[in-house]
């Protein structure tokens, strides 16, 4: 990952966005509701340990929450305005987007 994506030369920032679908941490590239958007995103499990979730004794019915992610306009490490970032950056930042892995996540069958 280049330590510079979308002029964004901010290590945090670039950790979190090459973390992007895995577990722990992460920002993602969105479009949400007709806007591009950066988003903070949490994930508590890997991927692939999903279908090994197993609650004892849990209603059948029961949901839980295994990824999570809300919008964040400006960068919570340093600062940078991200919403300005996105508008000089938007071919980018699509770019990225594209990439971004889906929030909806599955048992792998
Ligand atoms: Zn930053």
Do not use: Y
Not at 38 to 44: G, V
Not at 70 to 80: L, T
């Amino acid at each position: 990952m280049t330590n510079n994506v979308l002029g964004h030369n901010c290590e945090w920032f670039q950790n979190l966005l090459a973390n992007a679908g895995e577990k722990g941490f992460s920002i993602t590239a969105a479009h949400e509701a007709g806007e591009r958007m950066f988003c903070l995103e949490a994930r508590p499990i890997e991927k692939g340990a999903l279908k090994d979730l197993v609650f004892p004794g849990a209603p059948p019915d029961i949901g839980i929450a295994v990824a999570m992610r809300i919008p964040v306009f400006f960068c919570p490490s340093c600062g940078r305005d991200l919403s300005r970032l996105i508008a000089e950056h938007t071919k980018d930042f699509d770019e990225l987007a594209i990439l971004a892995p889906s929030l909806a996540v599955r048992p792998e069958s």
